[in-house]
């Protein structure tokens, strides 16, 4: 096995002793520094974060047991091992019970202290490789990854906040497209039961029968092609959350076990008769009306109103324009990383087209433009002729433009509603040209240019 090599802090009044250790270790490749007494040790931990501590108990001013609760209190990510000439069993259990990685009885074999020491740096090693781990999952799923200032969103965070950290159903609305999915993800990761299996079952991607054997497992025989036992998705949820995408297509049979799981937690896989009783915390999802579909009695009530305890509502991406500049950095960012590209950002007219579709496909729809875009740029800004056709079309038929009459150039075309447009605005604002250009989106010299262009004088007012 590779030797781990790491710093450490060997504390003992005996200097024979306490010199002898230290060597030993340096010889073994440890960074090793010494210290005499319980106050010279916590002012060279508070200088230095070292990784292991190995500590007599019997020091002149305190005893190692009380450097052990100032290092747990103040350095918790060091290792402390403990050494005493009268080991009891007594002692050593009270050392490990207030947090000791070890307790050692004197004379020291070299074979036992090297050996204890590797194992706290690989303790170490493993703590901090699981921090590292969860700071990425933090990243990729956590609620930082969901990106928004509109006020529904900060609504959202905050109830997502509320609700993590229970045991709560979670009914998650929205359109197809708005992130449902990583709203749920966010849930779990913000959870208490982070470090447990997320799993998620798109309830509309498989056949009713495929969907119960999934859900619940089945054991060999059930049906045709059951040719063994299997686990299903609640058992492989235990202890953590399980998340049921467009739960709307649920068939009644399906409904009435998902509503014992959510009563009891416990079902009986397809086919067999053991039951299973699990911990997990369930997270629903759908684009579907169920409060109509219940009326229709398509979907059960009494299973509505088992999981309809917490509701989160995705807003759609047209009801949070002012969150799309946002998304396209966002998204800008992770896709200059994944190809290698520089682009800087959008122009103002290609982020003005994007605030002015109404993107049927929300946030989803969003990234795959965003991509497509970085991906095409020939320099370093996006510009509209970047973007997809559809959204340069789409804002042609919503300004009437899209039959326009033969002969008339583009830029004519285009001409005429901005301008109305730009007056229409004047007129809201009162000609106040410092709100009407923050109402355009655009700054004060861009509107001045452009009322030049069209012919727009500030006398026109007088007209209306």
């Known amino acids: 096995m590779k030797a781990n090599h790491g710093s450490l802090l060997v504390v003992d009044d005996d200097r024979y002793v306490l010199e002898s250790m230290a060597d030993y270790l340096r010889g073994l490749g440890h960074r090793t520094e010494t210290a005499g007494s319980v106050r010279e040790a ?9 990784q292991v501590c190995i500590s007599d108990v019997n020091l ?9 609760d100032w290092a747990h209190r103040n350095v918790p990510d060091t290792s402390v091992i403990l050494l005493t000439g009268y080991g009891t069993i007594e002692s050593a259990v009270e050392a490990i019970r207030i947090g000791a990685f070890d307790y050692l009885t004197k004379p020291i074999i070299d074979e036992e202290l090297s050996l204890t020491v590797e194992r706290a ?47 709560t159903t979670v009914l998650i609305l929205g359109e197809s497209g708005t992130g449902k999915t990583m709203t749920a993800r966010a849930i779990h990761q913000a959870s208490d039961r982070r470090d ?23 054991v060999a025989g059930a049906f045709t092609s059951a040719n063994h036992d299997k686990m299903g998705k609640f058992l492989q949820a235990d202890g953590g959350t399980i998340f049921l995408d467009e739960i709307a297509t649920a068939s009644q049979s399906l409904q009435v076990k998902l509503l014992r799981v959510l009563q009891d937690r416990e079902f009986e896989p397809v086919g067999g008769t053991k039951t299973h009783k699990v911990d997990v915390r369930l997270i629903l999802a759908t684009n579907g009306d169920l409060e109509e579909m219940v009326k229709q009695g398509t979907f059960r009530q009494d ?24 998304l396209v950095e966002h998204y800008l960012h992770d896709f200059n990383e994944q190809t290698g590209k520089n682009v800087r950002g959008f122009d103002e007219e290609s982020l003005q087209l994007m605030q002015r579709y109404p993107w049927p496909g929300n946030v989803r729809e969003l990234v795959n433009v965003v991509e497509r875009a970085v991906v095409l740029c020939k320099g370093d800004v996006v510009t509209v002729h970047d973007l997809p056709e559809a959204l340069q079309r789409e804002d042609l038929i919503a300004h009437g433009l899209a039959a326009r009459p033969a002969g008339a150039s583009l830029k004519t075309a285009l001409a005429n509603p901005e301008k109305q447009i730009i007056l229409e605005a004047l007129e809201q604002n009162g000609w106040n040209r410092q709100n009407t250009a923050r109402t355009l989106g655009i700054n004060r010299t861009t509107l001045y240019k452009k009322m030049k262009k069209y012919g727009i004088e500030f006398e026109h007012q007088l007209q209306y």
């Open 121 to 167: 740096l690989e303790q170490r090693k493993m703590r901090d490789e699981n921090k590292s781990l969860r700071a990425q999952l933090d990243r990729r799923f956590g609620l930082a990854n969901i990106v928004g200032r509109d006020y529904r969103m900060q609504r959202m965070f905050d109830l997502i906040e509320s609700v993590a950290d229970t045991r």
């Open 60 to 68: 002149p001013d305190q005893d190692g047991f009380q450097l052990l």
């Open 196 to 218: 447990k299996p997320f799993v998620e079952v798109a309830c509309g991607a498989l056949p009713d029968n495929l969907l119960e054997s999934e859900l619940f497992g089945h």
């Open 42 to 50: 916590i002012d060279r931990m508070k200088e230095y974060p070292f």
């Open 303 to 326: 299973l509505y109103y088992r999981i309809n305890v917490i509701t989160i509502t995705q807003p759609s991406l047209r009801e949070r324009i002012g969150d799309i500049p946002l």
